[in-house]
């Protein structure tokens, strides 16, 4: 019942940045967290990035420090700013959405299609 649109991904050399966002439309009452996973061929899925409906963050060792996830209620909308970025970082990035931080965790809830993430070095 939530749809889900990323946009923003694209092509970057080392060291520059990049602005994700996602849409939520829908059933979006429903949404108590939100979050971006990655996965890259031949690697684990990764959650990358979490921001629950109280505002509270958290992040992956690999981003931290370098990524900020925050959001524009008024938009229904969440962004993901990766700064820095590194090769490592390509990936392709998806927006998720549950109803509890603990089922987004888990890769349960709703999910955008996707959009890929490529760091030149």
């Known amino acids: 019942q939530v749809q889900l649109v990323e946009s923003g991904g694209g092509l970057v050399q080392a060291g520059g940045s990049l602005r994700l966002s996602c849409a939520a439309s829908g059933s979006i009452f429903s949404i108590n967290a939100m979050g971006w996973y990655r996965q890259a061929p031949g690697k684990q899925r990764e959650l990358v990035a979490i921001?629950?409906?109280?505002?509270?963050?958290s992040y992956a060792d690999s981003v931290k420090g370098r990524f900020t996830i925050s959001r524009d209620n008024a938009k229904n909308t969440v962004y993901l700013q990766m700064n820095s970025l590194k090769p490592e970082d390509t990936a392709d990035y998806s927006c998720a959405a549950a109803p509890s931080l603990s089922l987004l965790q888990y890769g349960g809830g709703s999910w955008g299609q996707g959009t890929q993430v490529t760091v030149s070095s």
């Open positions: 921001i629950t409906l109280g505002g509270s963050t």
